[in-house]
């Protein structure tokens, strides 16, 4: 039997221990699958592969754990952990995927995203997107000292949730055409993504958007079993 479990945004910080014990208690419950996908937002923050914090040590042992045990991992960035790296990854094994992924899901190709790309009435983020994505920015940040980088991170945060709080619910909800044009141009039927906090099976004329869930009291994921999809809510 073929399995695989798909999660996003955990936005797993020092602040939030009930969430990434919920996570290890998890996989430890319903980690015997094949394949395990992070599509993003699996950190609140991430500062660079050489972040030695405790947070991103567990992590990558718990990851390693599992990886060998048989699953392989599947590692997509979001908006929070962008300069997520191969450096890091490579401690427990995990591919990296691009902003898109195509892959065979419950038995039909399916198409991978964190989900920002999808929001493109958000004119404001879509623009810091195009900064934060580009190779001199990063480069820059990444020379900084690290503890420089703590503080940085923590002020982006802070602005993040300032101007989420101002911005109408729909500027930040995917846009329909953006999500059809997508589908069409990767010629899937099938699209899974994150990143707006909206968990939901979205049905579309002979396709399907699947939207995962963010974690807080409650964690969220998407369970394959050879043809079969399950979105799944659980108490953590």
């Known amino acids: 039997m073929s399995a695989s479990l798909f999660i996003s945004d955990l936005h797993l910080s020092d602040a939030t221990p009930q969430i990434e014990q919920g996570l290890y208690r998890f996989l430890e419950e319903n980690g015997d699958v ?13 500062i660079g592969d050489d972040d030695d914090s405790a947070l991103a040590q567990r992590f990558a042992d718990v990851m390693k754990k599992l990886a060998n045990r048989g699953t392989a991992i599947y590692f997509m960035r979001g908006n929070r ?24 899901v419950a038995g039909a190709p399916a198409l991978l995203m964190h989900g920002d790309l999808l929001c493109t009435d958000d004119v404001d983020y879509m623009s810091f997107r195009a900064l934060a994505h580009n190779p001199d920015w990063q480069a820059e940040m990444l020379a900084k000292p690290l503890a420089e980088r703590r503080e940085l991170a923590k002020h982006l945060r802070a602005m993040s949730k300032e101007a989420s709080s101002n911005k109408a619910e729909d500027i930040m909800d995917v846009n329909q055409d953006t999500v059809d044009n ?8 099938r699209l899974i993504h994150g990143h707006t906090h909206r968990p939901r ?8 958007r699947v939207v995962l869930g963010d974690w807080t009291t409650t964690g969220w994921y998407l369970l394959e ?9 659980f108490e953590l």
Do not use: C, P
């Open 34 to 46: 094949n394949r395990l996908f992070l599509l993003g937002d699996i950190f609140e923050a991430w």
């Open 81 to 104: 952990d962008f300069l997520v790296g191969e450096t890091y990854l490579k401690q427990f094994g995990a591919e990296l995927l691009g902003d898109t992924a195509r892959v065979s």
């Open 182 to 189: 997508t589908m069409k141009e990767h010629q899937v039927s």
């Open 201 to 208: 099976r979205h049905a579309m004329q002979d396709a399907e």
């Open 225 to 233: 079993r050879d043809e079969t999809l399950e979105l799944v809510e």
